[in-house]
RNA sequence: GGCGGCAUAGCCAAGCGGUAAGGCACGGGUCUGCAAAACCCUUAUCCCCGGUUCGAUUCCGGGUGUCGCCUCCA
């Protein structure tokens, strides 16, 4: 069975099939980087990376686009805010994306694009749409011509009637009709402008993901991707920019990730309750958040609470004591891993994966080869072969998830350490129990927990 | 008002025609000098009412609840 996505555009799950053999070319769409990002705007960057990484681990070259918007109101309303310069804001928030996606192993584009640097890109394609008629200018802004687009609303599912009803015109536009939306907008004075054919001004928001693409990509691309408030109206109004010049399908294959909740409601600035990345890994283990963010599918919403992130703290925990375990156990030996063992949980965690990137079954099937791995542990006829075969479970299946079960703690202890283990050890020996208990007590205030085991004594890093 | 999602054990979450994966928590047990880690066992009238079917958590209709988009918010 192949690779199976849900379609936003038909409302339906659909055979993956490639433009190029080999190859995908995605586009997601990125932050306006004008504040740190908050744990919403790093589900899409978490879940597309890992579909970008199961779509190479299955053989396929991935050109992954996504863009940085370093241009419009909400930069313009901070650098008033902030007595600082548009760019200037731009960069520092685009120096924190990185380094927050970089903390949840979320890997770089193939291709960062700014809408600034886009510039010459944005006018030709809005050019072009003025040419064809789709675009007019009016006092310095330019619009586009949406009943022109005979098919405006296939995305979104909603008839342009119906859109009637909620589409406003706010104060200052000239637009022909209520529906139409901003191409281009002419600079007010002092602020942030670029030269073009309708006066200084700079893009609206949703051309400048049209222009990338074209770009980038192609006039047709295999998957466009986003948050779900993103369908209507950017998803859609990108349609009506690039379908109505190029003539032929956007994209094949639209996915939006659902949204992230807080106490079941949403996350917005005016009930207060934003939680930004830069916080959270303060407090969380970003593997963990990362985890967390997966163990749900990436299309239905996500409720986000202290109570919840602790029980993923235990889950990937117990994850991680099994690879830590069987790294123990294996020590330095290399040996090839069995193949049928390596395989009997491959192939559920591929069929999971191919089901729509289903990663919370995907986890299942983690936790299924941890179980096994605790069991051929405690079996003293385990073949290195075998546990060799857990270890590569437990750490290709979750590589492609973006996680690392491998222990990443300080394995060198100090001298003194080291003697009180042999002490102890010693003392165990002897059956000093009551002087063996009191070093693991001390050791144990030093944040060295040690766990005796047949293969001798095991120790690793933990609090209380 | 238009469009859509969701409702499964104490909590989180898969499944979506043949009487329910996985995780966290709780309780009991095994192992251990004692622990730790681990393993085993235990825990579900799948929101309600109709319908289709030999059979429905799974399909259809209705209802209730809940979340969201229709405001350049991922």
């Known amino acids: 069975m192949g690779l199976n996505v849900y379609n936003t555009l038909t409302r339906k799950k659909e055979p993956f099939h490639p433009i190029e053999e080999g190859k995908v070319r995605m586009y997601v769409c990125g932050p306006t980087v004008y504040n740190y990002i908050h744990i919403g705007n790093a589900r899409p960057a978490v879940v597309f990376d890992t579909v970008r990484r199961y779509f190479e681990y299955r053989g396929y070259k991935v050109n992954y686009v996504s863009n940085f918007t ?39 584009a193939t291709v960062h694009p700014r809408a600034t640097e886009t510039m010459p890109e944005i006018i030709a394609f809005i050019n072009k749409l003025v040419e064809s008629g789709f675009a007019y200018e009016s006092n310095g802004d330019v619009y586009f011509r949406t009943r022109k687009f005979k098919e405006y609303g296939k995305l979104s599912h909603q008839s342009i009637d119906d859109l009637k009803a909620g589409a406003r015109i706010q104060i200052g536009e000239d637009k022909e009709d209520p529906l139409d939306f901003a191409l281009w907008k002419a600079a007010k004075p002092g602020e942030i402008k670029w030269n073009s054919p309708w006066g200084d001004g700079r893009p609206g928001w949703h051309i400048e993901c049209s222009a990338m693409v074209e770009k980038y990509l192609g006039d047709t691309i295999d998957i466009h991707a986003g948050g779900t408030d993103l369908t209507f109206p950017h998803h859609e109004n990108e349609i009506a920019q690039s379908e109505s010049l190029h003539h032929q399908t956007m994209a094949h294959y639209w996915l939006h990730n659902g949204h992230i909740q807080i106490n079941h409601e949403k996350m917005s600035k005016s009930i207060g309750n934003v939680i930004l990345v830069h916080d959270l890994i303060k407090k969380f283990d970003p593997q963990v958040v990362r985890f967390f963010i997966l163990t749900v599918q990436y299309r239905h919403p996500i409720n986000f609470s202290d109570a919840l992130l602790n029980d993923a703290v235990q889950a990937f925990g117990r994850l991680k004591t099994a690879h830590y375990n069987l790294s123990h156990r294996l020590n330095e030996s290399e040996s090839a891993a069995n193949e049928t063992i390596v395989e009997k949980y491959r192939k559920p965690f591929i069929e999971a994966m191919n089901d729509d990137f289903n990663t919370a079954n995907a986890i299942a099937v983690l936790f299924d080869a941890a179980r096994d791995a605790n ?25 492609v998830l973006g996680l690392t079960l491998a222990d990443d703690t300080d394995r060198i202890v100090d001298r003194d350490v080291e003697a009180l283990i042999q002490n102890r050890e010693e003392a165990r020996k002897n059956r000093a129990f009551d002087v063996a208990d009191a070093i693991r007590d001390q050791l144990k205030e030093a944040g060295i927990i040690l766990e005796d085991t047949p293969q001798g004594v095991r120790w690793k890093r933990g609090n209380v």
């Open 70 to 108: 370093d241009v419009d109101d909400r930069l313009i309303n901070a650098s008033k805010a902030r007595h600082q310069s548009v760019p200037e804001i731009a960069e520092q928030f685009i120096k924190a994306y990185k380094e927050d996606t970089g903390a949840l192993n979320v890997q770089p």
């Open 375 to 399: 069991i051929a542990l405690q079996n003293e006829s385990s073949t290195i072969e075998e546990l060799q075969a857990y270890l590569q479970v437990l750490t290709e299946l979750p590589a």
